[in-house]
């Protein structure tokens, strides 16, 4: 089992089916799966209070640098309550401590974004913070070369 540094994870936006891109180098990303739970009531339980889990949601958030043509893609988006397709995922395989990872595995899904916002601090580079709520399933996926889809790598390596 490999370890992950922060550097190596992204979210990704699909801007058509076989394209994908990361709109800018991500300062820090997220991703958040839960699950409703139910009381289940019965003479059986006793004094100790029994749930189900009845829904699953899923969010992500990401803070990456500010690019003009990022934030009015993500502007657009959002003011005209339109889903993205978003997929979470390491960015390159990499080699830690002898340690290796598969980054053909990624977990992709329709999303809102529900907040968006700009921000950069006197002779500090711009960042950009959105936050998505899921809309539907959070699937675990296979990409791999092969797949065809093409990952927009322009940030993998700047600003390290």
Sequence with gaps: MGVIKGR?????????ETNLKRLAK?????ISVEAETKTVTGKTNGK?????????SWSMTSSHLYT???FDYLFEKM???EPVIVTFSPIRSTIYDEQTWDDTKRYRGEAYITQLSGSA???????????LEGSGPLSRV???????????????DKFE
Excluded at 8 to 16: C, G, H, Q, V, Y
Excluded at 48 to 56: L, Y
Excluded at 121 to 131: C, P, T
Excluded at 142 to 156: A, K, N, P
Aim: charged share 35%.
């Design 8 to 16: 190596d994870l992204a979210i990704w936006l699909e801007e058509s």
């Design 26 to 30: 991500d300062r820090s990303c997220s």
């Design 48 to 56: 100790w209070v029994k749930k189900r889990a009845i829904r699953i």
């Design 68 to 70: 003009h043509d990022g």
């Design 79 to 81: 003011v005209n309550m």
């Design 121 to 131: 601090d006197l002779g500090d580079i711009g960042q950009v913070s959105i936050s």
């Design 142 to 156: 296979d990409f791999t070369d092969e797949s065809g889809r093409i990952f927009d790598r322009t940030f993998d």
